[in-house]
């Protein structure tokens, strides 16, 4: 079965400190990535996506993905975290063939310290 | 404009009873999706419309689990019976369906957190 990987539960940073969450799939085919956020209390928020094009997207709030089929890996940058990205944040994938939903990652939980 | 609203926010009840929960997805959007969220855990597919009609059902967990859109917009998720082990957090999302047939980027609504006593 397809599925996504977030290998990552829990992260925790201090201001400034750069980020990388990582996510991976199961499936050779091919793919629509998303990242969603979800802050303390708020409903989930789209981040990014990847459609086709340059593999290196860029999403709101200073975040960047690099899509790289090769390693089936669509992992989530930031250079300079901030105390209110503490949020979960969770990988989506949507497979050819799939239909139309969305295939979650358990989510990663990333606290940044002031 | 507004975006994907769910009420309740929050329900409890007993089990062996029956929940609906209302989902009014953003304005023209022909998509809409269900997913249910365990804690701890990724949103996973319940059902996605495309119109009126149930287009894929496949993530049904079981025939307590129902749901309708009868005008194309607004949609009703139905379970009868209800066990322990439905508690979660219920999530609507809505998106455009292109002329291609392609889908864009799915929005979420703020969930209904059912919880079975």
């Known amino acids: 079965a397809q599925s996504v990987s977030q290998h990552n539960h829990h992260v925790i940073l201090s201001e400034a400190a750069s980020l990388e969450l990582g996510c991976n799939y199961s499936y050779g085919g091919t793919v629509n990535l998303f990242w969603y956020v979800q802050y303390p209390g708020q409903h989930l928020q789209l981040l990014l996506k990847y459609f086709s094009g340059d593999p290196l997207v860029k999403g709101i709030k200073g975040f960047e993905a690099e899509f790289i089929k090769s390693k089936f890996s669509f992992n989530l940058r930031k250079p300079s975290v901030q105390w209110s990205d503490t949020a979960e944040y969770f990988c989506?994938?949507?497979?050819?063939?799939?239909?139309?939903?969305?295939?979650f990652g358990s989510g990663t939980q990333l606290t940044v310290l002031p | 404009g507004a975006g994907v609203s769910q009420t309740p926010s929050n329900k409890v009840t007993e089990k062996g009873k029956y929940v609906e929960l209302r989902c009014d997805p953003i304005s023209g959007h022909t998509a809409l999706y269900w997913y249910r969220q365990s804690l701890g855990q990724g949103p996973e597919f319940l059902i996605y419309f495309q119109g009126t009609g149930a287009a894929d059902d496949s993530g049904l967990p079981n025939d307590r689990f129902f749901a309708v859109r009868p005008e194309g917009s607004v949609s009703t998720l139905k379970i009868q019976r209800t066990e322990r082990g439905d508690s979660a957090v219920y999530l609507c999302?809505?998106?455009?369906?292109?002329?291609?047939?392609?889908?864009?980027?799915?929005?979420f609504g703020p969930g209904t957190r059912l919880t079975v006593l």
């Open positions: 999302a809505s998106s455009l369906t292109h002329a291609s047939g392609s889908t864009d980027t799915q929005y």
């Open positions: 989506a994938v949507k497979f050819k063939g799939s239909a139309r939903q969305l295939t």
